[in-house]
T-cell receptor
């Protein structure tokens, strides 16, 4: 089955700097890669996703890149703000086996 | 205002007791899911349901049970057989069920979670 590894587990940046979180996956059949943001005591919220037919997707300060050959994808947050502080999860999903696997999460802290 | 509602927000279980966590959605989604979240770990799938009156075990179904009598509702029971129930439980739903349009499991909506503790 699919295995998703996420790094780093914690990340601290200064306000205005960029933050990058990386994930690798094992199942070459995976074709959908969402990213979720989870604030303390709340459920995860989908912030951006990418499908295997594209290599990059941007939404304002957030971007996701996908390298299918290397089986890794990354979340990029530019011009970070204190409200970006949260736990971020990546996931990988394949419609062939109807399975979605989550990374262990990255706790991002943005210092004002 | 559409979404997924989980209740209660906090729940305490006594030893030997069964407790039920509620999950309701008004998004008209076919598929619903239950995940368990432990500190420092990713979400692990307990059960999922692709359609009313049907559900499948996930990776850690032992000690849990579910029902799907209505499209809107997918309650999770934590039975006394679950020896380590303390965790944060998340319900989710997706617009496309498995096999439809080849989309697979695109989870877009999570509930706010229920934190279960043992007394």
């Amino acid at each position: 089955g699919e295995n998703v590894e996420q790094h780093p587990s914690t990340l601290s940046v200064q306000e205005g700097d960029s933050a990058v979180i990386k994930c690798t996956y094992s199942d070459s059949a995976s074709n959908y890669f969402p990213w979720y943001k989870q604030e303390l005591g709340k459920g995860p919220q989908l912030i951006i996703d990418i499908r295997s037919n594209v290599g990059e997707k941007k939404d304002q300060r957030i971007a996701v890149t996908l390298n299918k050959t290397a089986k890794h994808f990354s979340l990029h947050i530019t011009e970070t703000q204190p409200e970006d502080s949260a736990v971020y999860f990546c996931a990988a999903s394949s419609f062939l086996n109807n399975d979605m696997r989550f990374g262990a999460g990255t706790r991002l802290t943005v210092k004002p | 205002d559409g979404g997924i509602t989980q209740s209660p927000k906090y729940l305490f279980r006594k030893e030997g007791q069964n407790v039920t966590l509620s999950c309701e959605q008004n998004l008209n989604h076919d598929a619903m899911y239950w995940y368990r979240q432990d500190p420092g770990q990713g979400l692990r799938l307990i059960y999922y349901s692709q359609i009313v009156n049907d559900f499948q075990k996930g990776d850690i179904a032992e000690g849990y049970s579910v029902s799907r009598e209505k499209k809107e509702s997918f309650p999770l029971t934590v039975t006394s057989a679950q020896k380590n129930p303390t965790a944060f439980y998340l319900c989710a739903s997706s617009i496309e069920a498995w096999g439809l349009a080849g989309k697979g499991r695109d989870i877009q909506y999570f509930g706010a979670g229920t934190r279960l503790s043992v007394l």
